[in-house]
T-cell receptor, first 112, second 113 residues
Framework: NAGVTQTPKFRILKIGQSMTLQCTQD?????MYWYRQDPGMGLKLIYY???????DKGEVPNGYNVSRSTTEDFPLRLELAAPSQTSVYFC???????????FGQGTRLTVV | QKEVEQNSGPLSVPEGAIASLNCTYS??????FFWYRQYSGKSPELIMS????GDKEDGRFTAQLNKASQYVSLLIRDSQPSDSATYLC?????????????FGKGTHLIIQP
């Protein structure tokens, strides 16, 4: 049972490039989330999804897009990367009716 | 805007002593409260959840909730060096599912051997 898997673990992007952060979970969780964590800060919610085909904005959605075509996958798309998007990105999932969030190992992104 | 406030620390506690971590939240209708532990370079892991006023104990950990004061705390008894980490307080308007979690900045705890 792999849990929540994020790829890649590390990435360096140039300003203006785009990329997709991948997140997949094998626990059949309906709820999935993307957070970012800047140094010395807590996690901020970017986007979330309560099920396949349903997504919604969190606290800091600007510059990002998501899709949820399957229960398992919740990719995060960065278009036109900016230095302000340098951060550690965490994907998480929760089983409906439960409260424990399971986090992936994170993706450390640097935009230069 | 929902806010969760924590003292960033570092909080230094001798081994074997009680570590006390505090958190306040701004949204009075918040329903669910969580403490996550995060080791440096790692992802957060849930250590306690609490939903009603009072105390909840799990091993060496006790979570305390006071909704009237909008205050959550975490006590760690018999602190061990392995408890050294950043502790994140998180709050949800619901059960932590549909609306996601609002996190504080975290308190950096150091247990001195």
């Amino acid at each position: 049972n792999a849990g929540v898997t994020q790829t890649p673990k590390f990435r360096i992007l140039k300003i203006g490039q785009s990329m997709t952060l991948q997140c997949t979970q094998d626990m059949n969780h309906n709820y999935m989330y993307w957070y970012r964590q800047d140094p010395g800060m807590g996690l901020k919610l970017i986007y979330y999804s309560v099920g396949a085909g349903i997504t919604d904005k969190g606290e800091v959605p600007n510059g990002y897009n998501v899709s949820r075509s399957t229960t398992e996958d919740f990719p995060l798309r960065l278009e036109l990367a900016a230095p302000s998007q340098t951060s550690v990105y965490f994907c998480a999932s929760i089983l409906t009716g439960n409260t424990e969030a399971f986090f992936g190992q994170g993706t450390r992104l640097t935009v230069v | 805007q929902k806010e969760v406030e924590q003292n960033s620390g570092p909080l230094s506690v001798p081994e074997g002593a009680i570590a006390s971590l505090n958190c306040t939240y701004s949204d009075r209708v918040s329903q669910s409260f969580f403490w996550y532990r995060q080791y440096s370079g790692k992802s957060p892991e849930l250590i306690m959840s609490i939903y009603s006023n009072g105390d909840k104990e799990d091993g060496r950990f006790t979570a305390q909730l006071n909704k009237a004061s909008q205050y959550v705390s975490l006590l760690i008894r018999d602190s061990q060096p392995s408890d050294s980490a950043t502790y994140l307080c998180a709050v949800s308007l619901t059960g932590g599912g549909a609306d996601g979690l609002t996190f504080g900045k975290g308190t950096h705890l150091i247990i001195q051997p």
